[in-house]
């Protein structure tokens, strides 16, 4: 799905001829794809099929054997750089969420501007993930643990999460889900869709 007033000529990401192997075992075969800007694209396969590994190769988990190119936003980069930038928030199958801490503190495993201090900045820190919450149509008690909150809830933490390691702004930037929905009831669904929409 593709918001035609976002699209511009020069595409959000592009990968040509990306390839990856564990083992003996094939996995990605020169990969190709093209995002444009305020598209939303989802990738279809059966399991095995190479779309988490693509999806970790981007975010740095796994290094590709082989990658003819690849852009973002028209400046060419390495996968390297794509995992540890900026450009692209990651939200795994798993969620990333600790189990036993809050959701402010959850936020701050991902946020770098706290975690390079000293001290925490905490009075700074919730004002930052509140705003963050509200701004998406939001509304859960910063210290409450993940623990007690139900999937679809831990899922929209780590979308909101994710976005907020982008600096909030969707402008440019990607926003990618591994699968997020195979657990979550159809209100949760309709949800995830409806936070997704307002990124875009």
């Given at each position: 799905m593709i918001d035609a007033a976002r699209v511009t000529s020069v595409p959000a990401l592009r990968i040509e001829g990306m390839s990856k192997s564990f083992g003996s075992a094939l996995v990605l075969d020169g990969v190709s794809l093209e995002l444009a800007r305020g598209e939303i694209l989802g990738l279809l396969?059966?399991?095995g099929s190479g779309k988490s590994t693509l999806i970790k190769?981007?975010?740095?988990?796994h290094r590709p054997d082989h990658i003819g190119r690849i852009e973002l936003n028209g400046a060419p980069t390495t996968a390297d750089a794509v995992g540890t930038g900026r450009?692209?928030?990651?939200?795994?199958?798993?969620?990333g969420l600790v189990n036993g801490l809050t959701i402010l503190e959850n936020f701050l495993l991902t946020h770098r501007q706290a975690l390079s201090g000293?001290?925490?900045p905490w009075k700074q820190l919730r004002a930052s993930?509140?705003?963050a919450l509200r701004r998406f149509g939001l509304d859960f008690p910063l210290d409450a643990s993940v623990d007690g909150l139900s999937q679809?809830?831990?899922?929209?933490?780590?979308?909101?999460?994710?976005?907020?390691?982008l600096g909030g702004q969707?402008?440019?930037?990607?926003?990618v889900l591994d699968e997020p929905t195979p657990f979550l009831p159809a209100a949760?669904?309709?949800?995830l869709f409806a936070l997704m929409r307002s990124f875009t």
């Amino acid at each position: 799905m593709i918001d035609a007033a976002r699209v511009t000529s020069v595409p959000a990401l592009r990968i040509e001829g990306m390839s990856k192997s564990f083992g003996s075992a094939l996995v990605l075969d020169g990969v190709s794809l093209e995002l444009a800007r305020g598209e939303i694209l989802g990738l279809l396969g059966h399991n095995g099929s190479g779309k988490s590994t693509l999806i970790k190769c981007l975010a740095g988990f796994h290094r590709p054997d082989h990658i003819g190119r690849i852009e973002l936003n028209g400046a060419p980069t390495t996968a390297d750089a794509v995992g540890t930038g900026r450009r692209i928030g990651f939200v795994h199958q798993d969620l990333g969420l600790v189990n036993g801490l809050t959701i402010l503190e959850n936020f701050l495993l991902t946020h770098r501007q706290a975690l390079s201090g000293v001290t925490i900045p905490w009075k700074q820190l919730r004002a930052s993930v509140g705003a963050a919450l509200r701004r998406f149509g939001l509304d859960f008690p910063l210290d409450a643990s993940v623990d007690g909150l139900s999937q679809a809830d831990r899922c929209l933490i780590a979308v909101v999460r994710a976005v907020e390691t982008l600096g909030g702004q969707a402008e440019g930037q990607i926003l990618v889900l591994d699968e997020p929905t195979p657990f979550l009831p159809a209100a949760g669904v309709a949800k995830l869709f409806a936070l997704m929409r307002s990124f875009t």
